[in-house]
């Protein structure tokens, strides 16, 4: 079970748990996609386009987070939740 939180976090820890999350999981993702498919810098550059590109989006409330993982369960039938 995850350590959640702490009970005294204040906001400005908050945000910087989010973004190290998020610096973790974006090099996970460019690692793999680099080592066991291939991407090249350019590709790699591509990815993190259209990683911003949505992260905008979903800031700007044009699109939902759970619309997306919606799409990846019904038309690729992938959930790495399950």
């Not at 748990?17 to 350019?42: N, S, W």
């Amino acid at each position: 079970m995850g350590k959640g939180p702490k009970p005294n976090a204040n906001p400005a820890q908050l945000r910087a748990a989010k973004a190290e999350g998020m610096d973790i999981t974006m090099v996970f993702c460019l690692t793999v996609l680099a080592d066991k498919y291939g991407f090249d810098r350019e590709a790699l550059k591509g990815f993190l386009t259209h990683i911003k590109d949505l992260s905008e989006g979903i800031t700007r409330g044009y699109i939902q987070y759970k619309d997306l993982h919606r799409v990846l369960v019904d038309e690729q039938d992938l959930d790495w939740r399950s």
